[in-house]
């Protein structure tokens, strides 16, 4: 069993930037895919960015690809995303997903372990 837990997200202005991290605990996902979606009040849950295990390749979403990095580091079991330029359509509640295995999946039925969340709110 593996537990996620989100943490960075807060109220910033249009322009501006945030680092959400994403601790995992129960066992170590070195050999995990990890991954980042959001939902927005009313819309279905969206793929942003993943990282294989090895940290060698990332996959992004069109909305975020260049203004969004997402990045991990094994030794402390930890995920992030570096969120730059934000817009208000970036509004959404923040989720991290893992999986065990090399594929890459950018669905969310494919992720097996999720976080909680952690609310981002771009807005002047």
């Known amino acids: 069993q593996v537990q996620l837990v989100e943490s960075g997200g807060g109220l910033v202005q249009p322009g501006g930037s945030l680092r959400l991290s994403c601790a995992a605990s129960?066992?170590?996902?070195?050999?995990?895919?990890m991954g980042w979606f959001r939902q927005a009040p009313g819309k279905e849950r969206e793929f942003v960015a993943a990282?294989?295990?090895?940290?060698?390749?990332?996959y992004y979403a069109d909305s975020v690809k260049g203004r969004f990095t997402i990045s991990r580091d094994s030794a402390k079991n930890t995920m992030y995303l570096q969120m730059n330029s934000l817009k208000s359509e970036d509004t959404a509640v923040y989720y991290c997903a893992t999986r065990p295995g090399l594929v890459v999946p950018t669905t969310t039925n494919d992720y097996r372990y999720w976080g909680q969340g952690t609310q981002v709110t771009v807005s002047s």
């Open positions: 990282v294989s295990w090895s940290g060698a390749n990332t």
């Open positions: 129960g066992r170590t996902v070195s050999a995990y895919v």
